[in-house]
C-alpha cells in the first residue's frame, strides 16, 4: 500500500512539521511505501538540528515548489489542488497541514481548525468578521459545509481541545492523538538531578509569530524578582515580532535580564532547558503545545496561561490568568524547584514520547486501512 502524506511546510520545523516527520518515517519502518509531499528540498542537517529527527532515506520526498506564504490568503485554495494532485500517486492521503479536510483525503491530522468560531459562523453567510483572510475565505467554507463528504475518513486532533473546537464548528467526531516528543528530550539520569546546575533561569521557546505572545514576557520579567533572568529562543518567523520585543525589552530597561536568541540549534536548546528552572509559555488558547512538554522533560516546571489544550497536562497551579498571576508564580516557583518537582514534570511528559505517539498512531492507522 501507498501511502501519502501532504505537508508542504516541512522546512518551517515546528511542531505540526515533527508530527509530519514522524508520522512518515513510523509508516516506513512498519513496511509501508511512504511518499512525502514538501515545497522544498529537504535539508536533512536543520530538519536534525531544529527538530531532532531526520527523515528515513526509504521515504520518496515529493518536491513541488510553491511562490504562495503557508497558510496565507490564497493557499487554502492551492492546497486543495495541489493535494488533488498528489492523491493520484497514493492509495491513502493522510494530511498533516491542511487543518480540515478535502473529498480526497482519507485521513487528517488537526493541529487546530481552519473552519472555527474564532474567524466564521457554522452556517451561512458564514462570515464573521471582515478582514481580507476570512472574505475570501468564504467560498472555501461553503465547499466544506455543503460538498465535502465525510463518511470513511479517519480524523485526529492533536488534543481534547482541538476535538471539541472541531465538533462545536463542524459537528465532527475524531480521535484524539497527543503529538510527539523525540526520544533525545527524555534524560537517561534523571535521578542525577542537580539544584546546583539548575539556575534561576526562565525561558521561552517559540516561534516569532503575531499569535504566540512573546510581547508579554518583558512584561512578566519586570513584575518578578530581579535575580531572575529570562531567555526567549525562537525562529524567525516574522522580524516585526522580534522587533517589538526587542524594543519592550529597552523600553522596560531590562537589557541585563531578557536576553533574546533566534535559530538555535536543538542540542543548544536543550543544554539551555536543562539548566533552567521554570519554562515559560504566553501563548493563550494553545491547541497543544508541544514546546512545554519538551521542556517538562528536561526537567522545568512549565508556567503556562490557563486555557486550551494545556489544561489536559499541565497542573492547575502552574497556570496563569494574567500576567501578574504569571509573575507570582514565576517568583514562587523558582524557588520552589527542586528534583523531586522536576521528576514529577518528567514523569508527565514521558506520556508524549515518540515511541507512544508511533505506537497508538499505528494500531489507529491499521485499524482504519
Known sequence: MRVGVFHPSLDMCGGAELVALIVANTLVKN????????????????????????????????????????????????????????????????????????????????????????NYQPYFPYLKRAHLRQVLGVPYVFFQKNITKYNGKLLLANSYFT??????????????????VPSTFFSKDSMDLDEETHKNLVVTVSRFGPDKGLETIPQIASLTDKNTHFLVIGLLHDRSVLQSVLSCIKKLCLNDRVEVLTNVSRQNMKTILKNAKIYL??????????????????????????????????????????IHDAARKIDKFIYAWSPGKAREMMNIAKRFSQ?????????IFTEYT
Open 31 to 118: 513496511g509501508y511505501e511512504v511518499e512525502l509531499f514538501i515545497n522544498k528540498e529537504i535539508d536533512q542537517k536543520k530538519t536534525s538540528e531544529i527538530l531532532g529527527e531526520r527523515l528515513a532515506p526509504s521515504v520518496k520526498v515529493v518536491v513541488n515548489p510553491s511562490f504562495l506564504q503557508p497558510r496565507g490568503v490564497f493557499d487554502i485554495y492551492s492546497r486543495m489542488l495541489r493535494s488533488l494532485a498528489f492523491k493520484s500517486k497514493c492509495d491513502i492521503l493522510l494530511d498533516t497541514y491542511s487543518n480540515d479536510v478535502f473529498p480526497w483525503t482519507n485521513i487528517c491530522y488537526f493541529h487546530f481548525p481552519f473552519l472555527n468560531r474564532y
Open 163 to 180: 476535538a471539541e473546537a472541531i465538533k462545536e464548528f463542524s459537528g465532527l467526531s475524531t480521535k484524539v492523538l497527543y503529538p510527539p
Open 281 to 322: 509559555h504566553t501563548t493563550a488558547r494553545e491547541h497543544f503545545g508541544i514546546s512545554i512538554v519538551e521542556a517538562m522533560a528536561m526537567g522545568c516546571l512549565p508556567i503556562v496561561h490557563n486555557s486550551g489544550g494545556v489544561k489536559e497536562y499541565v497542573p492547575e497551579n502552574l497556570r496563569y490568568e494574567d
Open 355 to 363: 515511541e507512544n505517539f508511533s505506537r497508538k498512531f499505528m494500531k
